[in-house]
């Protein structure tokens, strides 16, 4: 076990148990919080300890990982009855939020911009990569804050990825998330349109995934999604209705500088025809089934 004090996760899914479990393996003493008493159960069978409220995790940790659904929980993790700011003010010492969560950006840099002065931090750094390769630190962390407030979260960081990139000013993490989903949610559903045509065409779909994986075609996303989209194993490492808010996120950013994303509107028409078909909360591979059903 490391002398260092004990380490927070609030949200226990799919990213917040990869997290708590790299945490654990690295030998932190990690104490969980989720609004699911079955995810706090199942963090204290890997080795840690789920606690009932947040006002009882933040008043044992000064840092805490937060893996939230979306902006409007971070935002009450935080600033909230009970949350993050409350319980810094009340037990006088400095606490640190690491927001892993994929948000809006401008809200997070106002965010972080009314708890200035404050005993309460925030650090931002979502992460490039599915559940699984968080898990074996494979996932990528990228950063947005101060740069004292990454030096104190350094160590947690390094725990947790094996590559980070400090991209700036609070938010520009957030940024930096939505564009690079941008691109892998396009390969996502490139692959699976590929895979349909050329199943549809009568070809060995494990034939051709060797073949596309050794081709000029090639993206990291065949090694992680390909098979399970040929197997049709879409147990989910990353929801479809996730990827769904993610998207919206990155459309609303464009908007707001007027620039349109002729793809990204198409991959969203995808996506929120899986969730009309039932689908959301299977993996985000899963969107490759929406195209199998669009017939001519």
Known sequence: MTDQAPV????????GGALAGRLLAAGYKVIGYDVDPAKRDALAAKGGEGVASLPELFRRVDRVLVSVFNTEQVEDVVEGKGGLREIAAETGRDKLAIVVSTCDPERIARLGERIAGSR??????????????????????????????????ADLLTAIC???????????????KLAVNLILGLNRAGLGEGLVFAESIGLPLPAFLDAARDSAAYSQIMDVKGDKMITGDFSPQGRI???????????????????DLPLGRTYLDLLEK???AGDGDIDNSGVMREVRRRKL
């Open 8 to 15: 927070g996760v609030v949200g226990i899914g799919l990213i």
């Open 120 to 153: 309460a931090h925030l650090l931002e750094m979502p992460i490039s990569g599915a559940s699984g390769q968080v898990a074996s630190g494979d996932g990528v962390g990228l950063v947005g804050g101060s740069k004292e407030d990454a030096d104190w979260a």
């Open 162 to 176: 094996k590559k980070c990139h400090f991209m700036g000013a609070t938010g520009n993490g957030g940024r930096t």
């Open 241 to 259: 209705s996730q990827a769904t808010k993610d998207v919206h996120l990155m459309i609303e950013a464009a908007e707001a500088v007027g620039q």
């Open 274 to 276: 899986s969730i009309a």
